[in-house]
Nanobody, 126 residues
Framework: QVQLVESGGGLVQAGESLTLSCVASKHAFTRYNMGWFRQAPGKEREFVAAISWTGDTINIAGSLRGRFTMSRDSAKDTVYLQMNSLKPEDTAVYYC???????????????????WGQGTQVTVSS
């Protein structure tokens, strides 16, 4: 069982930046592909970003490229989501997820992620 804990959410103004962190409980984190998803009120959960366990494949949702980036620090069992130039439409609960397959990949499909964190709220005011 993998436990994931997100942090870094909060209330910001449009145009500002936030960095979310997600810490995994297992030392095998170095072999886990990781993803970020978000869910706004009344909307379905959507893919934000993913990174392979090798760190050399990063997938950012098309509409977010240029503003969001994802990285990992395996020494700290942590992945990060750097969010710049935030917009009110970025308001959502952001979830970290783990894809423990041995294949290095950065998949956008939620069904590939059996482990999820509790989420962290990001609110962007206009």
């Amino acid at each position: 069982q993998v436990q994931l804990v997100e942090s870094g959410g909060g209330l910001v103004q449009a145009g500002e930046s936030l960095t979310l962190s997600c810490v995994a409980s297992k030392h095998a984190f170095t072999r886990y592909n990781m993803g970020w998803f978000r869910q706004a009120p009344g909307k379905e959960r959507e893919f934000v970003a993913a990174i392979s366990w090798t760190g050399d494949t990063i997938n950012i949702a098309g509409s977010l490229r240029g503003r969001f980036t994802m990285s990992r620090d395996s020494a700290k069992d942590t992945v990060y989501l750097q969010m710049n130039s935030l917009k009110p439409e970025d308001t959502a609960v952001y979830y970290c997820a783990c894809d423990p397959t041995a294949i290095p990949r950065a998949t956008p499909s939620p069904s590939n992620y059996p482990y999820w964190g509790q989420g962290t709220q990001v609110t962007v005011s206009s």
